[in-house]
């Protein structure tokens, strides 16, 4: 089913604002969904549809614990061997804010380039 984009969730505004804080972060709309870009890298993709919320990261060191989740699973068209992942939620009360946080954190770093991603892991951004 394609994309049908539906008024944001409050979590898919809440890290957006968090992931466009990082340094040199800016949002696309590839295929229509927002995406989070580092230097025109992709880090994050979220949105709302009218199948609820989906979050898609690069996770190199907790894909296999965040497929362990039955809302998660390895993003299709090979991707998810390189270790990007996508969850689906179907009521925001089933979004577990805090960790899709850590994961897009992960994914910003694992995407930017070493200076950035080292001030991020830092906590100095």
């Given at each position: 089913m394609?994309?049908?984009p539906a008024?944001?969730?409050p ?6 604002e ?5 340094p040199?972060?800016h949002?696309?709309?590839p295929?229509g969904?927002?995406a989070?870009?580092v230097?025109?890298k ?5 949105g ?5 919320f989906?979050f898609?990261v690069?996770?190199?060191?907790s894909?296999?614990?965040?497929t362990?989740q039955?809302?998660a699973?390895?993003t299709?068209?090979?991707?998810g ?7 689906r939620?179907?009521?925001?009360s089933a979004?577990?804010?805090?960790l899709l ?13 070493k ?5 991020l892991?830092?906590g100095e951004?």
């Open positions: 394609s994309f049908q008024d944001p969730w979590i898919e505004l809440a890290l957006r968090l992931g466009l804080h990082w040199e972060t949002e696309d709309f295929w969904e927002r989070l870009k230097r025109g992709m880090f994050c993709l979220l709302t549809s009218d199948q609820g989906f898609t690069k996770l190199p060191q894909a296999a614990a965040a362990s039955p809302w699973k390895p299709g068209y090979g991707l061997r390189s270790g990007w992942i996508s969850a939620f179907e009521a925001p979004v577990p804010e805090e946080r850590d994961w897009m954190r992960e994914s910003y770093c694992a995407v930017a380039p200076a950035l991603a080292k001030r892991a830092a951004l």
